[in-house]
């Protein structure tokens, strides 16, 4: 049996809110109550969407919550060489393909890339890198929600693995990375669903074994929508972590016990490790954040 790896994988766009510490900690006590490892990466891939000092300010969180993390944290943006050997390789074996199509044709096309690039042998300048996408993947297992379907226009579409302003696609960042970090288990917020089966597609090119996959219910708004820096969501409290910490474990469907409050935060991660199950994890997909 190989060891459990798991990782929290934020992006520095900002500080962390609610809906990401219920990540940090559904993929803590998923990794801890089974004696396995919980990496951190810092997914700085976009610079125009990050904030100065976010990647610290959210490290500087993750220990003022006792979240201790295993190993080296790693940065996506020093890793840039690996992401373009991987793009070069699939170039030259024909499995990636330069394209010039915009935004707006697609949408034009009715909102999905439909493969008009694929064989027009375009040269590198002014376009996305996108992978030939043969055999779509439609579904996959969950730990938790047990089999999803992704929409088949999303699955079979020849996604993009560099974009045209040259900044490297998340899908490819995620894979490459969780394959070089040895994660056996991605565990994450139910927004990440779909990019799930492309996911998969890239680890069937790079021939290495899937990991497995556990999604978590999202915090959403008053609106419905996902905690956001752009919908100012707020950042968590640094100086006080237990209010926080308690209502994200109870959002993760731990009852905690009546005496919760007067525990120290190690003692509430050990309690918390020692008590995760998920069958009591809410099998919504998203829930409202309870403030
Ligand atoms: N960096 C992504 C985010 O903050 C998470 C990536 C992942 O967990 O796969 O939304
Ligand atoms: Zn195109």
Redesign the pocket.
């Known amino acids: 049996m190989t060891q459990y790896i798991g990782r929290f994988?934020?992006?520095p766009s900002g500080p962390l809110h609610f809906g990401s510490m219920v990540a940090a900690l559904g993929s803590y006590f998923q990794a801890k109550s089974q004696h396995g490892q919980w990496l951190v990466r810092i997914?700085d891939l976009d610079p125009p969407r990050e904030m100065a000092g976010a990647a610290s300010l959210i490290l500087k969180t993750l220990e003022s919550y006792g979240l201790h993390w295993d190993q080296d944290v790693i940065y996506q943006s020093q890793r840039h060489p690996i992401y373009q050997q991987q793009i070069d390789d699939w170039l030259d074996s024909g499995l990636g393909y330069y394209c010039q199509c915009s935004r707006k044709q697609i949408k034009q096309d009715g909102g999905f890339y439909l493969g008009h690039c694929r064989d027009k042998n375009l040269p590198a300048t002014d376009c996305s890198v996108r992978l030939v996408i043969d055999t779509p993947v439609t579904q996959f297992v969950d730990q938790k929600h047990g089999i999803i379907d992704i929409p088949t226009d999303l699955a079979q579409e020849d996604f993009i693995i560099k974009r045209r302003d040259g900044l490297f696609a998340?899908n490819l960042a995620?894979v490459l990375d969780d394959i070089a970090q040895g994660i056996t288990e991605?565990v994450?917020?139910a927004d990440?669903i779909e990019p799930t089966g492309r996911q998969i597609n890239l680890y069937r090119y790079l021939n290495h074994p899937e990991v497995k996959y556990l999604h978590l219910p999202l915090a959403i708004n008053a609106h419905g929508d996902k905690l956001s820096k752009q919908n100012h969501a707020p950042a968590v409290d640094l100086a006080n972590p237990k209010p926080v910490i308690i209502l994200a474990m109870q959002f993760l469907g731990f009852s905690l016990p009546d005496d919760f409050q007067s525990a120290n935060i190690e003692q509430m991660l050990a309690w918390g490790c020692q008590h995760w199950a998920l069958s009591q994890l809410p099998s919504t997909l998203s829930a409202p954040c309870p403030f």
Request: glycine share 10%.
């Open positions: 994988a934020p992006s997914e998340y995620v991605v994450r917020g990440l």
